[in-house]
């Protein structure tokens, strides 16, 4: 472990043990009247348009999962657009890339100036070896994992990986088309919006792209923690020594592997994260007035994790093929986890979404 790996583990994965005997909740699906894409603006190719809607944010009724981050619910309303239905793909990425020559933050030099900015006043500047390009990968061998809290037993700073080389040195995307791309930092993602005429969902535009037809769904899927397996890639087994993927895939998979959810979107839970635009605050819902309809809400003005209090932290939603039902249940809509701008891993991603005025200009 080194000191980036460290502190970049403290925000990728926020640990939080959950009752595994709560699986089933009362909840009945119920599907809204929704409009449709009326105004003539044609949707764009690989990207479906979700409704304007008021929907139910945060941790539903019935969810045992739901961590205190997530609630209280709250009603939120949020306009139209359109969205991927798949996440970004590395035949997008790589087209991006050909045709812009852009190089991604996990192939660049590390600047320690940029980094010690983000860590505990006082952290020593490790060896130069350690700062080499690379990127967070997980460690298919771990063994023996005797606390759940040393993140270090399960991730591994791995020199030489970026998206092209998703494993490190000797390892390629190559027949991986349709696969998520990772390995990208916030501002890579950023860029790559920036190219296509396209933006990172808010966290209402996620949770609104999720539920569909639905309002109050606790999966994108339904409200059936039954049918996990048979709509989203995630971990079974014994997290993260024993994967018995009984969801048939043991790590990341090509995107559109399972059904789409209610309005044709693929992988809203599990395969990988999700960026979105709004900062990351685990007291944000608390600071909502819940008795009041919120419109087009765009997330908390500051960051605020106790946990990671010297990064500022982006949302990221929907969980990844890491998430095990006993210690991270991200499936659900309403999970919501902070992300490290300024790095990646191999089971984050993102999707983009555009609006009509987007497309107009
Ligand atoms: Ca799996
Ligand atoms: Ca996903």
């Known amino acids: 472990m080194n000191f980036k790996t460290l502190f970049t583990l403290a925000i990728l994965i926020t640990f939080v043990f959950v009752n595994c005997d709560q699986k089933k909740t009362s909840n009945e699906d119920k599907t809204i009247k929704i409009e449709t894409n009326t105004e003539n603006v044609e949707t764009p190719e690989g990207m479906v348009w979700?409704?304007?809607?008021?929907?139910?944010?945060?941790?539903?009724?019935?969810?045992?999962?739901?961590?205190?981050?997530?609630?209280?619910?709250?009603?939120?309303?949020?306009?139209?657009?359109?969205?991927?239905?798949?996440?970004?793909?590395?035949?997008?990425?790589?087209?991006?890339?050909?045709?812009?020559?852009?190089?991604?933050?996990?192939?660049?030099?590390?600047?320690?100036?940029?980094?010690?900015?983000?860590?505990?006043?006082?952290?020593?500047?490790?060896?130069?070896?350690?700062?080499?390009?690379?990127?967070?990968?997980?460690?298919?061998?771990?063994?023996?994992?005797?606390?759940?809290?040393?993140?270090?037993?399960?991730?591994?700073?791995?020199?030489?990986?970026?998206?092209?080389?998703?494993?490190?040195?000797?390892?390629?995307?190559?027949?991986?088309?349709?696969?998520?791309?990772?390995?990208?930092?916030?501002?890579?993602?950023?860029?790559?919006?920036?190219?296509?005429?396209?933006?990172?969902?808010?966290e209402a535009e996620w949770e609104s792209a999720a539920q569909g037809k639905f309002e109050d769904n606790i999966?994108?899927?339904?409200?059936?923690?039954?049918?996990?397996?048979?709509?989203?890639?995630?971990?079974?087994?014994?997290?993260?020594?024993?994967?018995?993927?009984?969801?048939?895939?043991?790590?990341?998979?090509?995107?559109?592997?399972?059904?789409?959810?209610s309005i044709g979107l693929y992988d809203m839970a599990g395969n990988v994260w999700e960026m979105t635009s709004d900062l990351f605050n685990v007291n944000y819902y608390q600071m909502i007035d819940a008795t009041v309809v919120s419109k087009n809400p765009k997330g908390a003005d500051k960051s605020y994790n106790a946990s990671n209090p010297y990064q500022t932290e982006y949302v990221m939603k929907g969980g990844s093929f890491l998430c095990h039902e006993s210690y991270c249940a991200s499936f659900r809509i309403s999970a919501r986890m902070g992300m490290e701008p300024n790095s990646g891993s191999d089971h984050i991603g993102f999707r983009t979404v555009v609006t009509k005025d987007m497309l107009m200009k």
């Open 219 to 261: 999966y994108s899927w339904g409200n059936k923690y039954e049918d996990l397996n048979a709509n989203a890639n995630t971990w079974q087994g014994k997290f993260p020594t024993d994967n018995i993927s009984e969801d048939r895939f043991e790590y990341i998979s090509p995107v559109k592997s399972y059904p789409a959810n």
């Open 50 to 202: 979700v409704a304007s809607k008021t929907f139910l944010m945060g941790g539903k009724n019935g969810d045992k999962y739901a961590m205190p981050r997530e609630k209280p619910s709250h009603n939120v309303a949020v306009d139209g657009f359109f969205i991927d239905n798949h996440e970004v793909t590395n035949k997008q990425f790589k087209k991006f890339v050909d045709e812009t020559k852009y190089v991604t933050v996990a192939e660049r030099p590390i600047d320690w100036n940029d980094i010690k900015k983000d860590l505990p006043p006082g952290t020593q500047k490790p060896a130069d070896l350690v700062l080499e390009p690379g990127s967070l990968i997980f460690n298919k061998h771990a063994k023996g994992v005797v606390s759940m809290q040393d993140y270090g037993q399960w991730w591994a700073w791995k020199i030489g990986a970026n998206w092209k080389q998703p494993e490190g040195p000797g390892s390629s995307i190559e027949g991986h088309d349709n696969y998520p791309v990772v390995h990208v930092a916030q501002e890579d993602a950023l860029a790559y919006c920036k190219w296509a005429n396209r933006r990172l969902p808010t």
